[in-house]
């Protein structure tokens, strides 16, 4: 039974659809009946059609896909996945191997970098921003998705790694993951003060951008898309000439 439904446009689809709550928990819960995907992967979907409307020609690169929309609409997407026992830089089902901490990507290698719900599973978000700001061009943008805590001041981490083993600093927490063991672990709540955090890990001013539209089948909680630019002019501190 849902809890209500409208008409409206799926960017994803690129159709007219409907969108159903099927819970009143709209972040998981508000599907597009067509393509069946959530208000998040929507809203990173329209803010990087609004901020490069010509990304289907661009080099779009993705670390932890979660749907086929992108392999489908842009002939340049590649997308890359951590897999345990694949050496990095290796390719299997069609992903690159790669540790998002450290990747064996050439620096300055795409124009967009894609991650959907990823960060708040990583152990050292420092340096996996840092790498994504290497491997894009000048002019590019990381894209991305991680829930951001409004009510949560200062960011917390749940969870460390101490000479390779899982140190809990929380109750541990889990999220859906499509390979491996079907489990994540989340390994920071994020706060208020992410935005500043991004800033001091990637070294660039970000953009905070958060969509109410159902019409666009957008609605509910946790659905900040955040944009980084690599650029001279947003870099932080900047730099004088
Ligand atoms: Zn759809």
Redesign the pocket.
């Given at each position: 039974m849902s809890v209500f439904e409208n008409h409206g446009y799926?960017a994803?689809?690129m159709?007219p659809?409907t969108f159903v709550a099927e819970n009143a928990w709209l972040r998981d819960h508000y599907f597009?009946?067509?393509?069946?995907?959530i208000p998040r992967q929507?809203a990173l979907v329209e803010v990087l059609t609004m901020i490069r409307p010509n990304w289907r020609k661009l080099m779009v690169h993705e670390s932890s896909p979660s749907m086929e929309f992108f392999f489908r609409e842009c002939p340049r997407y590649t997308a890359s996945q951590f897999f345990d026992k694949v050496p990095r830089g290796e390719y299997r089902h069609g992903f690159r191997s790669e540790n998002l901490e450290q990747m064996t990507i050439p620096s300055a290698s795409f124009d967009v970098f894609i991650t959907q719900d990823v960060f708040e599973h990583v152990f050292n978000p420092e340096l996996a921003m840092a790498e994504i700001m290497r491997v894009l061009r000048t002019g590019g943008i990381h894209v991305f998705t991680a829930p951001k805590h409004k009510s949560l001041l200062k960011t917390t981490r749940r969870a460390k790694l101490a000479d390779g083993r899982i140190e809990h600093l929380l109750e541990p927490v889990y999220h859906g993951n499509p390979i491996s063991d079907g489990k994540s672990l989340v390994t920071f709540d994020y706060g208020a003060d992410f935005d500043d955090l991004i800033q001091e890990w990637s070294g660039y001013r970000t953009c905070n951008f958060i969509i109410r539209n159902r019409n666009l089948?957008i609605d509910g909680e946790f659905l900040d898309v955040f944009v980084t630019l690599k650029d001279r002019v947003n870099q932080v501190p900047p730099q004088s000439a």
């Open positions: 799926c994803i689809c159709k659809t597009c009946q067509r393509c069946r995907t929507r089948g």
